[in-house]
C-alpha cells in the first residue's frame, strides 16, 4: 500500500511540475500577448535573428515544446516563412537548456519549496486583480511556484520509492560502459519524453536521477538520455503538424532532422565530446562541486553546437523537407488552410490563425462575384449550368467555413484568454456569420438568374444589363475595400468611411432602379416577370452591401458612424 501511494506520489509531483510549467508559460504569452507576436514577426527577417528569437522564447516561457507547436501554427498560419522557422526552432532546442541550469544552480540543493508559498501568497492579490497584466504577473508567480514544488516533491517521492535502487538493479544487468548501453539510453530518453511530452520534464528527472549518485549510472548515461529528450521533443509539434497544411508539415520535419542529425553526429563522437564537456566544466568554469553543472553543460554544448553546425544549411534543409513532403494545392483548395481540428497551439497566439483563415473566407466570397458575372455573360446553356453549379460548391464551402471557424474559436475562446482576446474571438465570430451571409447572397443571385433562365425566353434589356453591370462595379468596390480591411496588418490605418459611401451608393442606386422598373413596367418596356427577376437581382445586390459593410464593422470593431 505505501508504494503504491509513493508511485502516486511521483506522478502527482511530476503532474505538479508540468501544471506549473504549463501555467507559467500560458501567464507570460498573455502579459506578451500581441506584443510577443510583433516581436516574432520582426525578429526573425534573417536566421541569425531567428535564433536569437527562438533562445529568448524558450527561455521565457521555459518550453522548447511550446515555442516548436507555436511556430508549427505560424507556420500553418502563413505568418511565418519555413525558412524563418527552422531558424526559431534552432534557437528554441538551446533555449530550453536554461530550465536544466536553474534546476542545477537551485532545484535540489536550495529547498525551493520553503520560498514557494511566500510566492504564493505574493501572486494571490495579483491573481485576483480585475487588470489583465497584474493577473498574469501573477499567474506566472503561480506557476514559478507550483514548478518548483512539483520538482522538489518529485526528488521526495523518488527517495521514498527507492528510485535509485531498482534503477541500480536495472543497470545491474547491462554494461554502463557499452556503446550499446549508451543508445538504449538515448532511445529511452526520446520514449519518455514523447511520453511526458515535456523535455524540461524529462531533463528534471534525469537531473534528479543523476543527483542520486546511482552505481552504474554515471555522467554518460545520463547525457545519453539528454540527448534522447531532444528526439522527444520533436514528437510534440510533429504530432501538432499532422491535421496541418503541408509548410507546417515541413517545419515539423525540419525540427526533427535537425535534432535526430545532432545526435547522430554527437554519438559518433560521444566520448570525446562528454570529455570536452568535463573539461570545460572542472578547468575553465572551476566548478567541480555541483556535479548537474556538467550535465547542463553537455546539454547546452551539444544544442548549441548542433546549432552552429547547421544554420549556414538551412536553405538545404528547406529544399531537403520539401522534396520529401510535396506541397499538392489541389487536396487544400476546398478546405480550411490555416487551422484545424487537430492543431490548437496556445489560446491566445491561435487567433492569429483564424483570423489567416478569415482573410481567405474573404477572399473565396470575393470570388463568387467573378462568377455572377460569368452567369451575366455566357449564353450557352452547358457554361452557364456549369458556372452555376460552382456557385453553389462555393455556396457550400461558405457554409462549411462558417461552421468549422466558428467551432475552432469556441474551442480558443474555452482556453485562458486576455479580455482584449475575448472581444477579438466576439469580433470574428460575427466577421465569419456575415461572410457566410455573403456567400448566400451570390447564391440568390445565381438562382434568380438560373430562374429567369428556367421560366421565360425573354432576356434583360440593354439598359438592364447596363444597370446591372453598374450595380456590380459597386459591389465589387465594397467588396475590395472589405477584402483590404479583413487582409489589413496590425497598425495600418484604414478609411472604413469608404465603404460607408460606397453601401450609401449602392442604397440610392437600388431606390432608383426600383422606382424606375415600376415605370418601365407600366409603360410596357419590358414585362413583369422580366421586372422582377431584374429587380429581385438589385435588390439581392443592395443586401449584400450591407452583409460587406457587417464585415467591415466587426473587423474594424466598431460602429461606422455618418
Not at 504549463?22 to 516574432?40: D, Q, V, Y
Not at 492579490?125 to 497584474?134: A, E, Q, T, V, Y
Not at 490605418?493 to 465603404?499: E, G, V
Amino acid at each position: 500500500m505505501q508504494t503504491i501511494l509513493n508511485l502516486l506520489s511521483l506522478i502527482g509531483s511530476l503532474a505538479l511540475f508540468l501544471y506549473g510549467m504549463k501555467i507559467m508559460s500560458e501567464g507570460l504569452e498573455k502579459f506578451a500577448g500581441n506584443r510577443l507576436r510583433s516581436i516574432l514577426a520582426a525578429m526573425t527577417k534573417n536566421r541569425f535573428m531567428g535564433v536569437m528569437m527562438g533562445i529568448l522564447v524558450t527561455a521565457l516561457i521555459q518550453s522548447s515544446s511550446a515555442t516548436t507547436v507555436m511556430v508549427v501554427s505560424f507556420v500553418n498560419a502563413g505568418l511565418m516563412t519555413l525558412t524563418q522557422s527552422i531558424g526559431v526552432i534552432m534557437g528554441a532546442n538551446v533555449g530550453t537548456t536554461v530550465t536544466a541550469w536553474i534546476i542545477s544552480a537551485i532545484g535540489f540543493k536550495v529547498n525551493i519549496a520553503l520560498f514557494a508559498l511566500p510566492l504564493i501568497g505574493l501572486g494571490l492579490p495579483l491573481i485576483f486583480s480585475r487588470k489583465g497584466n497584474r493577473k498574469n504577473i501573477g499567474e506566472f508567480i503561480f506557476g514559478f511556484s507550483f514548478l518548483f514544488m512539483g520538482l522538489n516533491y518529485l526528488q521526495t517521492s523518488a527517495t521514498n520509492l527507492n528510485i535509485d535502487v531498482i534503477v541500480a538493479n536495472l543497470l545491474s544487468h547491462m554494461t554502463s560502459d557499452s556503446f550499446i548501453t549508451i543508445i538504449i539510453f538515448v532511445l529511452v530518453g526520446a520514449l519518455v519524453t514523447t511520453i511526458v511530452q515535456a523535455s524540461a520534464a524529462t531533463m528534471a528527472i534525469t537531473l534528479m536521477l543523476f543527483d542520486m549518485h546511482i552505481p552504474g549510472f554515471g555522467f554518460e548515461l545520463a547525457a545519453a538520455l539528454a540527448m534522447g529528450q531532444n528526439i522527444g521533443t520533436t514528437i510534440t509539434a510533429f504530432m501538432a503538424s499532422l491535421t496541418a497544411n503541408t509548410q507546417a508539415k515541413r517545419a515539423a520535419l525540419a525540427h526533427m532532422f535537425f535534432n535526430v542529425f545532432g545526435v547522430i553526429v554527437v554519438l559518433i563522437i560521444f566520448y570525446p565530446f562528454c570529455q570536452f564537456v568535463s573539461w570545460f566544466v572542472e578547468d575553465i568554469l572551476h566548478n567541480s562541486n555541483n556535479p548537474l553543472f556538467r550535465l547542463s553543460a553537455f546539454h547546452t554544448f551539444f544544442n548549441i553546437g548542433n546549432t552552429l553546425l547547421l544554420i549556414g544549411f538551412v536553405k538545404q534543409i528547406k529544399e531537403l523537407v520539401c522534396k520529401l513532403l510535396p506541397l499538392k494545392e489541389e487536396n487544400e483548395e476546398y478546405r480550411l488552410r490555416y487551422i484545424s481540428g487537430g492543431l490548437l497551439s496556445t489560446a491566445e497566439l491561435s487567433i492569429l490563425q483564424a483570423r489567416k483563415e478569415i482573410v481567405v473566407f474573404a477572399q473565396r466570397c470575393r470570388k463568387m462575384l467573378d462568377l455572377i458575372n460569368g452567369l451575366l455573360n455566357t449564353e450557352k446553356g452547358q457554361e452557364f449550368n456549369s458556372i452555376f453549379t460552382r456557385i453553389e460548391k462555393y455556396e457550400q464551402i461558405t457554409d462549411s467555413m462558417d461552421l468549422e471557424i466558428a467551432k475552432y474559436l469556441n474551442q480558443v475562446s474555452e482556453g485562458r484568454l486576455s479580455d482584449d482576446s475575448k472581444m477579438q474571438i466576439l469580433q470574428m465570430l460575427r466577421t465569419v456569420s456575415e461572410l457566410e451571409s455573403i456567400g448566400d447572397s451570390f447564391f440568390n443571385m445565381g438562382r434568380t438568374l438560373n430562374r429567369k433562365r428556367e421560366y421565360t425566353t425573354e432576356d434583360f434589356t440593354d439598359k438592364q444589363y447596363e444597370h446591372i453591370n453598374n450595380m456590380l462595379t459597386l459591389v465589387k468596390k465594397a467588396l475590395d475595400e472589405m477584402v483590404k480591411v479583413v487582409s489589413r496588418e496590425e497598425g495600418i490605418q484604414i478609411d472604413y468611411h469608404i465603404s460607408y459611401n460606397i453601401e450609401n451608393e449602392i442604397n440610392n442606386y437600388r431606390n432608383q432602379l426600383k422606382n424606375k422598373n415600376i415605370v418601365d413596367i407600366n409603360n410596357n418596356v419590358y414585362s413583369y416577370q422580366i421586372g422582377t427577376f431584374y429587380i429581385d437581382f438589385i435588390s439581392e445586390c443592395e443586401k449584400l452591401g450591407d452583409y460587406i459593410l457587417n464585415v467591415i464593422q466587426s473587423s474594424s470593431g466598431e460602429k461606422l458612424k455618418v
